[in-house]
């Protein structure tokens, strides 16, 4: 038994000596999160308009008056001067959306008239046709 002992560390002593490496733990590859775009970063990086409504006010005392925020992109704009929404050179982009914005609730607007004023049902309960037919009776 001494000789296999002295065998191996006769070995040993004649082998180069190493210090034990310390290792770590490997812990998984660490990923950084993509960051979650929004639709406004979305259509940028494609190129393409925005315009999103971000907010809606109504006065609770009288209904008929509100206010909407709107959110929209350069390409957005560039739209709008294009198809002739800008009156004056320099005009700030929310009076061009604003013109928009208009326009667009005018259309709404005339064609929820327009489809009314199709209906024969509806044209003939119009108060003026009412009156027209009504017969007395004695």
């Given at each position: 038994m001494k000789d296999f002992l002295k065998k191996l560390l006769g070995a040993a002593q004649n082998s180069p000596v190493t210090a034990p490496v310390a290792t770590t733990p490997?812990?998984?590859?660490?990923r950084t999160p993509k960051p979650v775009l929004t639709a406004k970063e979305i259509a940028n990086e494609k190129g393409e308009p925005y315009i999103n409504i971000v907010g809606f006010n109504l006065d609770p005392d009288?209904?008929?008056?509100?206010a909407?925020?709107?959110?929209?992109n350069d390409k957005?704009?560039?739209?709008?001067?294009?198809?002739?929404?800008?009156?004056?050179?320099?005009?700030?982009e929310s009076d061009i959306v604003d013109r928009w914005f208009q326009e667009i609730c005018r259309n709404v607007v005339l064609e929820y008239y327009e489809q009314e004023q199709a209906d024969p049902d509806?044209?003939?309960?119009?108060k003026?046709?009412?009156?027209?037919?009504?017969?007395?009776?004695?």
């Amino acid at each position: 038994m001494k000789d296999f002992l002295k065998k191996l560390l006769g070995a040993a002593q004649n082998s180069p000596v190493t210090a034990p490496v310390a290792t770590t733990p490997r812990s998984k590859k660490e990923r950084t999160p993509k960051p979650v775009l929004t639709a406004k970063e979305i259509a940028n990086e494609k190129g393409e308009p925005y315009i999103n409504i971000v907010g809606f006010n109504l006065d609770p005392d009288d209904l008929g008056s509100g206010a909407f925020e709107l959110d929209w992109n350069d390409k957005f704009i560039t739209n709008l001067v294009r198809a002739g929404y800008q009156i004056r050179a320099n005009e700030p982009e929310s009076d061009i959306v604003d013109r928009w914005f208009q326009e667009i609730c005018r259309n709404v607007v005339l064609e929820y008239y327009e489809q009314e004023q199709a209906d024969p049902d509806i044209r003939r309960m119009t108060k003026k046709n009412l009156d027209n037919g009504r017969t007395e009776i004695s």
